[in-house]
């Protein structure tokens, strides 16, 4: 025993035990002169344990404990008979050289208040049994269903006993459940699932454990509460806006919160999107947020955005957003140049080929072009573009950590000639100058190429006749042919041109009608008919006249019949236009109607003027008065021959008069007397 004490014994938490072993030797020789057993004023220790952490470890650890409202309490552990050290703590570290680990010693503590010593309860024991691991540390639960599995540092390799306490943590109050449960042990973790819990809910747990394998185990201390907030069961439900800003697509995205119990210790979300792990044309970690919006800048190529929230017990399934791109309607073909981009590329842009076969705007195929890659890759990829096939051409940019597409255009990696001609060539109407054509356009998989369409028509006729052609846009699918030539067959041909050459034809002959031959026939018609009216017209006009206005009677003048006109006369009547105007001397005897019928008959064969012609024409009184009849009074003819009107208007009124005016008969008779 005396042995011992010529050894550094302990290892001191708070002074260093080995230079102080002298000090210690001088107080053990002291104490024992004093006497053992003794209790002056103070409670007695607990009976100190000692133990290793695990089966590995080489130092031993020795705790007590005691019930004292002192503070100045020192405490000096034995085993046996051996003082192993002096402390203020209640534990103490001791390496494993300087005690019997094998055999069964008695442990114990004497504590020191002032004068006063208070020895322990001895503890017998083998050490090298004696194996109390650390309390559970960096607990990590996860739902499965309605299972919790719980991970924690492993203390040793070989597999734990665990005692798990928990309860639901909505209901605080809630007694603890209790279970015990043998762990297994992976990837320096332990491992228990717990089944039959609900999983929308969430749970408060502190585990122990202690080990399987060793003699005499502990349990280790208690773990801190954890709690496990329930399971997120669904993925985010995820809404996306979208707005484009030059060559950018900025999404925003929100979703709805998780359920409370899910988020009790707090929830993140996390984001990912195909062109950033891809690094096209920017690189950019995860994305994390823990509030219910979040804003992604793509380029205008198509993405997947990820979101998943994340709590402590796990991470729901993820709700993928599929962001198409944005191809946008107008298009122009690629510059040369961009050939050669393919080839040699500038090392911070990422190129991108969607390759189209059909209409609709639905890519079928894409190629990737990344910031890096290595030569024989690079090769390959070159090598795997098609001929003859559409591409849509992007070229994407990282600027200021946000990705912008700097180019958009229509690319074909090699140019053919149309494969096919357009379809259903028709002539939907002809005219006598213009044809009206309609087609259907030539499938996009048959353009193999930047597509134009040339419309040519020819007459068909023994000259040669130059042929005329219009350049029409890959999209028209109607035309109006116009100044064609009247009655004229026409062989019109329609092909898709490229570059490269023009494809097969599809033709189709057409007549064109003859020249307003319907007009001129219209024309003729309204001409007969006018010409009918008119002329029957003129007849029934003349049956008319000669009802409404009956023939002039000839009045009869024996008297003047015999009387010779004067050359005078004669060259006066010839000179002027006479009316039918009579004058003569009533005779004494009545004449019978039929009588002066004859008289208007002589007159008008003497006046021999045309009726019909005067109808219309209107003469003054004087004039009207020239046609006399000659020899009825000199008196009046030599009046008539100087112009003196006064003399006739005396004559009027001497005679009584039978006017014949305008086809009309008037009896003028004036007073005799
Ligand atoms: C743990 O495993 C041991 C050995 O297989 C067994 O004896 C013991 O009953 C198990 N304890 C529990 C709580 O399952
Ligand atoms: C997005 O996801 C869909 C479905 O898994 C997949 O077909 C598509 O190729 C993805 N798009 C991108 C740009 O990764
Ligand atoms: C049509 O286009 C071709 C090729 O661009 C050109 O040579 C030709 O002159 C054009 N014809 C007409 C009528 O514009
Ligand atoms: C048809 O001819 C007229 C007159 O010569 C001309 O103004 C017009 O542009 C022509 N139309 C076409 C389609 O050539
Ligand atoms: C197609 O038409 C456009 C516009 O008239 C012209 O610029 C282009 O050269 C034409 N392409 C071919 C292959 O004729």
Redesign the pocket.
């Given at each position: 025993m005396i042995t011992f004490l010529s050894f550094p014994l302990c290892l001191m938490e708070t002074f260093n035990c080995r230079s102080s072993l002298l000090h210690g030797y001088v107080l053990f020789m002291f104490l024992t002169t004093i006497g053992r057993g003794l209790c002056l004023g103070c409670n007695a220790p607990s009976s100190p344990w000692c133990f290793r952490r695990n089966a590995t470890e080489n130092v031993y650890i020795c705790e007590w404990s005691m019930n004292s409202d002192e503070s100045n309490v020192m405490f000096d552990l034995y085993y046996n008979e051996t003082k192993l050290g002096t402390t203020n703590k209640t534990w103490c570290k001791c390496n494993e050289e300087l005690l019997i680990q094998y055999r069964p010693v008695d442990i114990w503590v004497q504590a020191r208040v002032g004068d006063s010593r208070c020895k322990s309860p001895r503890n017998s024991v083998v050490l090298r049994d004696i194996i109390k691991y650390d309390a559970p540390r960096n607990i990590s639960p996860s739902w499965l269903k309605n299972s919790l599995s719980l991970r924690w540092l492993a203390a040793e390799k070989s597999p734990a006993l665990a005692e798990v306490w928990f309860r639901r943590d909505e209901h605080g109050s809630e007694s603890w459940k209790k279970i015990l449960i043998n762990t297994t042990t992976k990837a320096a973790m332990y491992h228990v699932t717990i089944a039959n819990l609900v999983h929308s809910s969430a749970y408060q747990f502190q585990i122990r454990h202690q080990s399987t394998v060793a003699r005499n185990p502990l349990w280790s201390q208690w773990s801190e509460v954890v709690i496990v907030p329930a399971e997120l069961q669904h993925k985010p439900e995820v809404t996306m806006t979208k707005l484009l800003e030059k060559g950018t697509q900025k999404v925003v995205l929100t979703w709805k919160p998780v359920p409370k119990a899910a988020a009790v210790r707090g929830v993140t979300y996390s984001l990912t999107d195909?062109q950033s792990s891809a690094s096209c044309p920017c690189e950019r970690k995860g994305q994390h947020t823990s509030t219910n919006k979040y804003t992604i800048y793509l380029s205008y190529s198509?993405?997947?955005i990820s979101v998943i929230a994340r709590n402590a017990a796990g991470h729901s399934p993820s709700a993928?957003i599929?962001v198409p791109a944005e191809f946008g309607t107008n298009f122009s073909a690629c510059d040369k140049s961009l050939h050669n981009n393919i080839h040699k590329r500038r090392k911070a842009t990422c190129l991108e080929l969607y390759e189209f076969q059909n209409e609709d705007q639905r890519p079928t195929n894409k190629i990737t072009f990344p910031k890096r890659m290595k030569k024989v890759q690079k090769k390959q990829m070159i090598a795997s573009i098609k001929d003859y096939v559409r591409y849509i051409y992007f070229e994407h940019q990282c600027k200021g950590g946000k990705p912008e597409t700097v180019t958009t255009c229509l690319y074909y990696h090699k140019e053919g000639v149309p494969r096919s001609p357009p379809r259903d060539l028709i002539a939907l109407s002809i005219t006598e100058s213009s044809v009206r054509l309609s087609w259907q356009p030539i499938p996009l998989v048959d353009h193999r190429g930047f597509l134009n369409l040339s419309l040519c028509f020819q007459k068909i006729s023994s000259d040669h006749e130059p042929m005329e052609c219009h350049n029409l846009s890959a999209s028209v699918t109607e035309y109006n042919l116009e100044n064609l030539t009247s009655e004229t067959k026409y062989n019109i041909r329609l092909t898709g041109v490229t570059q490269v050459g023009e494809g097969p034809r599809a033709t189709v002959v057409v007549n064109t009608r003859p020249e307003k031959s319907f007009n001129v026939g219209l024309s003729f018609g309204f001409l007969l008919v006018f010409f009918l009216l008119s002329t029957t017209c003129t007849i029934f006009m003349k049956r008319l006249k000669s009802k409404i206005f009956p023939s002039v009677p000839t009045p009869v003048i024996p008297d003047f019949t015999s009387s010779q006109p004067n050359s005078q006369d004669v060259l006066l009547e010839k000179k002027e236009v006479v009316h039918q105007l009579t004058l003569y001397q009533p005779h004494p005897e009545e004449k019978s109607f039929s009588e002066e019928a004859e008289e208007a008959t002589v007159l008008r064969g003497e006046c021999d003027g045309e009726i019909d012609e005067d109808v219309d024409n209107e003469r003054s009184n004087s004039t009207a008065s020239e046609c006399v009849s000659p020899g009825s009074t000199d008196q009046v003819m030599r009046n008539s021959e100087k112009g003196e009107t006064t003399d006739l208007e005396q004559v009027d009124e001497e005679l009584a008069l039978l006017i014949y005016r305008n086809g009309l008969v008037f009896d003028l008779k004036t007073d005799l007397s």
């Open positions: 195909t198509a993405a997947n993928v599929q």
